[in-house]
């Protein structure tokens, strides 16, 4: 799985949760933050992309990404 597929699996996930995101073209550079994300809301993006990536770290390892762009990064080093 490359990393772009990861972002993708993200947004997949953002979508879900905040569904007045549908459509929304999403760059990198996007903060779940301003996009209206809050915290229970990231939390659950979160996990439920460490779910679908079958993914078992600590949230803390991947509590510094600014963005969706490093988010998927982050998450693409672990697999």
């Known amino acids: 799985m490359n990393r772009e597929e990861v ?5 997949g996930h953002t979508c879900e949760v905040i ?3 549908q459509g929304h073209q999403f760059q990198p550079d996007d903060a779940l933050r301003d ?4 915290s ?3 939390s659950e993006i979160v ?9 078992n770290i600590p949230l803390i390892e991947i509590a510094a990404a600014e ?13």
């Not at 996009?35 to 809050?38: K, P, T």
């Not at 996990?47 to 993914?55: K, V």
């Not at 963005?67 to 697999?79: F, P, Q, R, S, W």
């Open 7 to 11: 972002f993708n699996i993200i947004t």
């Open 19 to 21: 569904a007045r995101l």
């Open 35 to 38: 996009l209206g994300a809050n």
């Open 40 to 42: 229970i809301d990231r």
């Open 47 to 55: 996990m439920m992309t460490l779910e679908s990536l079958s993914l």
């Open 67 to 79: 963005n969706i762009g490093e988010l998927a990064g982050l998450l693409h080093e672990k697999l």
